[in-house]
């Protein structure tokens, strides 16, 4: 179910899962889900997107990723590096967009490329997302998830990660600055 439109424009201020075998995968935004009040860095509460990414290649098909990033949406074209929602919009869209402010309802039914990495942080190992792309030819010929798949990727209000969990993945996560590859 797709962000409530009072809350999907984003303006310029990821329980128990499956190991996602590393690889560089093409998905499909399947959903997407604003999480209020959820630890950040510091243990600072923050507002936090997570989108569900459904892979299309044919061995891993169907496999849904989680993606936690915060709310900030920036270019960083002041020097600073550009926030991961940006990374990602720019990757779904294709193309370098103004940083005034994106819906992220729009994110949803678009593809991309990410790089999935294993991590080990205490003990426990994490599928990462450490790069997102835009697609590339091979990718856009890549058929759409069915609605059968989209049904299983799609949140549900039971599906929850607790604190410690979350805590945990943000530490994992580490994307890059990859506006570079957008105009390739």
């Known amino acids: 179910m797709p962000v409530n439109?009072?809350?999907?424009?984003?303006?310029?201020?990821?329980?128990n899962y499956e190991l996602t075998p590393e690889g560089v995968y093409t998905v499909q935004v399947a959903d997407v889900v604003l999480k209020k009040n959820q630890k950040g860095y510091m243990g600072k509460l923050v507002d936090k997107l997570w989108f569900k990414l459904g892979i299309l290649d044919e061995e891993q098909r169907g496999i849904g990723v989680i993606h936690f990033v915060s709310t900030a949406f920036t270019a960083g074209f002041s020097g600073g590096q550009s926030s991961k929602l940006y990374d990602l919009a720019c990757a779904v869209m294709g193309e370098q967009l103004d940083d005034t402010s994106i819906d992220v309802n729009t994110l949803i039914g678009g593809r991309l490329r990410i790089v999935v990495k294993h991590k080990d942080t205490n003990g426990k190992t994490y599928s990462n997302i450490t790069e997102v792309m835009k697609v590339d030819a091979n990718g856009k010929k890549l058929p759409e998830l069915t609605d059968e798949e989209l049904g299983k990727l799609v949140f549900s209000d039971e599906e929850e990660i607790t604190d410690e969990d979350l805590?945990?993945?943000?530490?994992?996560?580490?994307?890059p600055d990859l506006g570079q590859d957008l105009d390739s």
């Open 5 to 15: 439109p009072n809350e999907a424009l984003i303006k310029n201020e990821g329980g």
């Open 167 to 175: 805590k945990e993945i943000d530490k994992a996560i580490d994307l």
